[in-house]
């Protein structure tokens, strides 16, 4: 299993670029976002991915951190989603936006993906609804290993640290840390995974800043039991 790529990015096409990797040109299909993130010809880069294999083809898909990755693996484990329907989906919405589309039950959010209909927008987030909550957990634990390769020159491209996303997000680092924070906080309170993520998702959209213990403090608000 290929799980990481480092190396110099040779070429940019629509769905895929190609990463030389000492002499070893390999072809790594990524999304819109994904694409949009990642240097020009002859710089550095590095990317996790996913190995698809089939009977008569060889895939491999990349990503620029593991939330990213780990998405992409339970939406094609979803009936109905293939890879292309899965880099579709994280192109329109992002990790932290599939995080929170899927918390919150907002399948209108993943139908905006292109090539997803309801039907299986609406199957998406009920198959995921509970893994939400440990995907934005594992978030909050990658915010702090690092940084970014973007620009860096050749001689680095065989760097440990994988490169992150430079599209503006909804969440900035510090954040994830305390949504991650908050969800275990949520968890050893006895709420369900499901719940947690979901009450959680909208305390951040209604307060985008909040710590840990407003986050804490605005979930329980909405768990709280309706008179």
């Given at each position: 299993m290929i799980g990481k790529i480092a190396g110099r990015l040779d070429y940019r096409a629509d769905d895929h670029v190609l990463i030389d990797v000492r002499g070893v040109g390999y072809l790594v299909y990524v999304s819109d976002r994904t694409l949009q993130a990642l240097p020009g010809p002859g710089e550095a880069v590095a990317l996790y991915t996913e190995l698809l294999v089939r009977e008569d083809n060889l895939q491999l898909f990349g990503f620029t951190s593991l939330v990213e990755k780990e998405w992409h693996r339970l939406l094609t484990s979803v009936q109905g989603i293939g890879a292309k329907a899965s880099m579709a989906v994280l192109g329109a919405l992002g990790p932290d936006g599939v995080s929170r589309a899927i918390a919150l039950g907002d399948w209108n959010a993943v139908k905006a993906a292109k090539g997803v209909g309801p039907k299986t927008a609406q199957r998406i987030v009920l198959e995921l609804k509970d893994k939400a909550a440990s995907v934005m957990a594992m978030a909050g634990q990658g915010s702090a290993q690092g940084a970014s390769q973007?620009?860096?020159?050749?001689?680095?491209?065989?760097?440990?640290?994988?490169?992150?996303?430079?599209?503006?997000?909804?969440?900035?680092?510090?954040?994830?840390?305390?949504?991650?924070?908050?969800?275990?906080?949520?968890?050893?309170?006895?709420?369900?995974?499901?719940?947690?993520?979901?009450?959680?998702?909208?305390?951040?959209?209604?307060?985008?800043?909040?710590?840990?213990?407003?986050?804490?403090?605005?979930?329980?608000?909405?768990?709280?039991?309706?008179?």
């Open positions: 973007v620009g860096a020159s050749p001689s680095e491209a065989d760097a440990d640290m994988v490169i992150e996303p430079t599209a503006p997000a909804k969440t900035p680092a510090d954040n994830a840390a305390a949504q991650s924070e908050a969800l275990s906080a949520l968890g050893n309170l006895g709420y369900g995974p499901g719940d947690a993520a979901s009450a959680v998702a909208t305390a951040l959209s209604e307060e985008p800043g909040a710590d840990t213990a407003t986050l804490i403090r605005s979930a329980l608000k909405l768990l709280a039991p309706k008179s």
